[in-house]
């Protein structure tokens, strides 16, 4: 039998569709993929980083602090404000759950007009000068305290900054950064990777536990809204805006759910401790 050769019809090598749609279709295809895998890995994170031991967290960021730019306040100043720092951690332990005492926590206050308060990894609790002028009573502070302390206990700085360690990954991967550099930022720079904010449930469970923590000292939950209350007044707007400001719940929402609790358990507020006023009228002549 005598084999024929067929002609190859023209083009047929040739796509009909536009290259530029192939690249693009091809392009979006790879980033879905990655936005993915990295959404998987990143909730992966969240769930496993809660299981290293605590001890090991509070080795590995014993020495963490976030850098305050203002330096230059007078002698005096500073002792006053070293007082104030004494008196808002006595505060913290009179508020700890007796029952979870591996949990440590220090404070440190810092100069800034912007009202703030965080947790880092290692149950680091920092406050702003601006935070204390608005806040008329201890048991508005102790709220916010109390608040941050919730997100230690369930181990929100940590989870964040786990999920925030997989999203760097996967920008590193795809922008060729190198690895050293990444890992010298996340050991350098935990105050500021857990700015990448917690969940809207992280944020409620750390006011539910907050309030919790409040009423068992104080007997009532008097003064939970004092600072939420304060907070929508102020004009604070951009790269300016508080943590508390820039999570995912309203500030409505969260007064409402507070002041539902404050309503079933009230009480007389206690006034600010004594170094902590002091400080503030020394921050306020300057």
């Known amino acids: 039998m005598d084999y024929e050769p067929k002609i190859i019809p023209e083009g047929i090598n040739t796509s009909t569709e536009h290259p530029l749609r192939e690249f693009f279709v091809l392009v979006s295809g790879i980033a879905l993929v990655i936005v993915f895998v990295t959404a998987v890995l990143a909730l992966s994170a969240d769930f496993l980083v809660q299981f290293i031991p605590l001890e090991k967290e509070q080795e590995w960021f014993s020495n963490e602090l976030p850098v305050d730019t203002n330096r230059s306040e007078p002698a005096s100043d500073t002792s006053l404000k070293a007082e104030a720092e004494q008196q808002l951690q006595q505060l913290i332990e009179k508020l700890r759950d007796e029952e979870k005492p591996e949990y440590r926590f220090t404070l440190g206050l810092l100069d800034s007009d912007i009202p703030n308060?965080?947790?880092?990894?290692?149950?680091?609790?920092?406050?702003?000068?601006?935070?204390?002028?608005?806040?008329?009573?201890?048991?508005?502070?102790?709220?916010?305290?109390?608040?941050?302390?919730?997100?230690?206990?369930?181990?929100?700085?940590?989870?964040?900054?786990?999920?925030?360690?997989?999203?760097?990954?996967?920008?590193?991967?795809?922008?060729g950064a190198e690895i050293d550099a990444?890992?010298?930022?996340?050991?350098?720079?935990?105050?500021?990777?857990?700015?990448?904010?917690?969940?809207?449930?992280?944020?409620?469970?750390?006011?539910?536990?907050?309030?919790?923590?409040?009423?068992?000292?104080?007997?009532?939950?008097?003064?939970?809204?004092?600072?939420?209350?304060?907070?929508?007044?102020?004009?604070?707007?951009?790269?300016?805006?508080?943590?508390?400001?820039?999570?995912?719940?309203?500030v409505d929402e969260r007064i409402d759910l507070l002041r539902a609790h404050s309503r079933q358990s009230s009480g007389d507020k206690t006034v600010l401790p004594g170094a902590i006023q002091s400080y503030l009228e020394s921050i306020d002549k300057d």
């Open 182 to 250: 990444l890992v010298e930022s996340f050991v350098g720079n935990a105050a500021v990777l857990t700015s990448l904010g917690f969940s809207r449930e992280q944020e409620l469970e750390a006011d539910l536990l907050g309030i919790a923590l409040l009423t068992r000292h104080y007997g009532h939950a008097s003064g939970s809204v004092e600072f939420f209350e304060a907070l929508k007044g102020q004009p604070y707007a951009g790269s300016d805006t508080p943590e508390f400001l820039s999570t995912h719940p309203g």
């Open 117 to 175: 308060a965080f947790v880092i990894p290692g149950g680091h609790i920092f406050v702003t000068s601006g935070l204390l002028k608005l806040v008329d009573s201890e048991n508005g502070l102790a709220m916010v305290l109390a608040h941050e302390m919730g997100h230690q206990y369930r181990r929100h700085p940590l989870r964040s900054l786990g999920r925030g360690a997989v999203i760097a990954l996967a920008l590193m991967v795809v922008s």
